[in-house]
């Protein structure tokens, strides 16, 4: 578990999977309009909990680490995680959030933003951590810029969302050791 003044991230476990559908259903048309159309056995408690599952087996094989924003109260109240992530030469990754919108505003992402990158360059021993934004999201944008990322270009159509190659503003932070 890591933690900053008012939140905290930690893995996501087994237990945490009625708070991530809660999470996902309440916010269902605001996360939508950043990310893939999602089907309806999405909503389930089921698909929840497999994609817990799932997100350990894959923090096993160093491929992802999917980690929960929890308030001091314990509530879920977003999520926030680092996918795509390559060894070898690279020893990269890219990171992805949602916050619950009643949450948008008070720093929560940025903070958690920041408690990944020390993860990811203090126990993962990465050396990039890149992200990708709509460039109309400001607000993710800034999310990102107070957490140290710098801005780098523009990849173009390059995330299908919404049935819709969108660009992207990219993003990104390196280990401050290397």
Do not use: C
Not at 2 to 25: G, H, N, T, V, W
Not at 37 to 46: M, V
Not at 83 to 90: D, K
């Amino acid at each position: 578990m890591m933690k900053s003044e008012s939140i905290y991230i930690r893995p996501f476990l087994p237990s945490d999977a009625a708070a991530l559908l809660e999470l996902q259903f309440a916010n269902r048309d605001f996360f939508q309009r950043f990310s893939m159309e999602r089907s309806e056995d999405f909503y389930t408690l089921e698909t929840q909990f497999n994609r817990i599952q799932f997100y350990q087996e894959d923090s096993q094989n160093d491929q992802s680490y999917n980690f929960g924003i929890f308030t001091y109260d314990d509530n879920l109240i977003g999520t926030i995680n680092l996918f795509h992530v390559m060894r070898g030469s690279l020893q990269s990754a890219f990171i992805g959030y949602f916050l619950d919108k009643k949450h948008n505003g008070k720093g929560y992402t940025t903070e958690a933003a920041k408690l990944m990158a020390e993860y990811a360059f203090n126990e993962l021993n990465l050396h990039r951590i890149e992200a990708g934004v709509m460039p109309h999201n400001i607000g993710s944008i800034r999310v990102l810029e107070k957490a140290g990322f710098h801005k780098e270009g523009i990849a173009v159509k390059n995330v299908r969302i919404n049935g819709k190659w969108e660009d992207h503003q990219v993003l990104a932070i390196i280990n401050p050791r290397d």
